[in-house]
């Protein structure tokens, strides 16, 4: 058994900071990947990033070179620092974490809001 749990979201202005976490506890395998996915209004779940407990990243095309995804293997941690936040990232920011013994997962989920 795995447990998730995001924190980190809030009201942020364009072009605003925010740094998102993600906390893993239970039975943890390695190795493993840790990813984040985000759920806009009236939308559906899409990928945002990923991080292998080796330190292999992925982005999408939406979020790459504006955010970044990092890990602390030793806390079993996920974060996602986001830089040059725009209105369009507005969503409900969850992740997920697979591999050995490990499937269907997932956090209860943290809202974003970039607004002025």
């Known amino acids: 058994q795995v447990q998730l749990v995001e924190s980190g979201g809030g009201l942020v202005q364009p072009g605003g900071s925010l740094i998102l976490s993600c906390a893993a506890s239970g039975s943890i395998f390695s190795p493993n990947t840790m990813y984040w996915y985000r759920q806009l209004p009236g939308g559906q779940r899409e990928f945002v990033a990923s991080?292998?407990?080796?330190?292999?990243?992925s982005y999408a095309d939406s979020v790459k070179g504006r955010f970044t995804i990092s890990r602390d293997n030793a806390k079993n941690t996920v974060y996602l620092q986001m830089n040059s936040l725009k209105p369009e990232d507005t969503a409900v920011y969850s992740c997920n974490i697979r591999g050995f013994r490990m499937s269907g997962y997932w956090g209860q989920g943290t809202q974003v809001t970039v607004s002025s």
């Open positions: 991080i292998s407990s080796g330190g292999s990243t």
